[in-house]
């Protein structure tokens, strides 16, 4: 199975503010029976500043969501300033969000909301869109 979300504007998205970059960035992720997810993460032509970091977020689309997983930033992989962030994520890397239904560690909650489309990446930007800059709804797709 291969799971790809493309980050194009999305007006308002409830308090993330998000914006088409100068290319369209997406992740690809492709999962490995059920005990990892791949993934790599292409961005440029941000302009909110420095990337402060890339989530994956639990939330449909125009709603905003908590952290599942860190792509980079936090205490993880720093974020490049544009490129691609590739890495691995298993369930020691799920954080949640708990309060909406996947506690950290649940990977395989993880994958059933990345498939049923209401997980979303999220890159966000400081000074100027820490709320999120760019983001895209994760499903199904088949682009390498």
Do not use: K, W
Not at 7 to 20: H, I, N, P, S
Not at 74 to 96: K, L, M, R
Request: glycine share 18%.
């Amino acid at each position: 199975m291969r799971l790809l979300a493309r980050q194009v504007a999305e007006e308002g998205a409830r308090g993330v503010r998000v914006r088409r970059a100068r290319d369209e960035p997406e992740a690809v992720a492709p999962h490995d029976g059920g005990v990892a997810l791949r993934f790599r993460l292409n961005y440029t032509g941000l302009e909110g500043g420095a990337v402060a970091a890339a989530h994956i977020h639990f939330g449909q689309r125009g709603v905003n969501g908590g952290v599942s997983a860190f792509l980079c930033g936090g205490s993880g992989t720093p974020c490049p300033a544009s490129g691609t962030v590739e890495g691995t994520i298993t369930a020691a890397n799920v954080v949640g969000p708990a309060a909406q239904g996947i506690a950290p560690g649940e990977f395989a909650e993880l994958l059933r909301a990345m498939g049923l489309g209401v997980t979303y990446v999220n890159v966000h930007t400081t000074p100027t869109y820490p709320g999120g800059e760019i983001r895209g709804q994760i499903g199904y797709g088949d682009r390498d």
